[in-house]
């Protein structure tokens, strides 16, 4: 059975596509994964509603308290320890972490970041696609290294930018597409398909194309 922590931090849109997917009898057959945990830096995180209604131990870890990063990655990495994870899985979790916990948990450390990476880094994101006037947007999943949304891409989803779209139009097309790349993404990596192997990542019994998610 593999283990799966997801950090959040907000609405958990993603933490609930991994749960529903998770949850699937499909899912339980072929790949005996489970999510055991989810913690959210922030207490009013409405993803640990969504855990808790799956039955998935919640736990809030507030970022506010602790003085520096190293205090508050080390109160993470204990409680994901607890767990005995296999997979963590950074399902909409603000908080840049620092190279120690990286370090840590390298391989086995994912993130979802709302760009074609490396397009757009960092924040608003879907803006930035609107002001560079790209025809293609998406999501991408990657490893996670010590540089701000560097890491080895794991696999991406494309979305076409149309005319006349918002911000707001523009990231509820992309988040479509992460409800899906993401928790395939989880369960390729449960399945040992993708591993991140010498700074790269290693594809095992899957088609190639699986990994661009087009449209
Ligand atoms: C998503 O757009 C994700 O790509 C980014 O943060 C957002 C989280 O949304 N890292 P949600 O909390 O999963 O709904």
Redesign the pocket.
Known sequence: MKRIVCL????????AAILQAASAERWRVAVPAEVVAVISNRADAA?LAIAAAHGVATQVIEHTRFSSREGFDAALAEAIDAHTADLVV???F?RVLTRAFVARYQGRLI????SLLPAFPGLATHRQALAAGVRVHG?TVHFVSDVIDGGVIIAQAAVPVLPGDSEETL?AR??GR?HVLLPRCVRWLCEGRIALVDGRVQVRDLPGESLALLG
Request: glycine residues 18%; neutral net charge; proline residues 5%.
């Open positions: 959040i931090s907000g609405r958990g849109s993603n933490l993803g950074l399902a909409g603000m993130n979802i970041h709302p999501a990231a992309v988040l992460e």
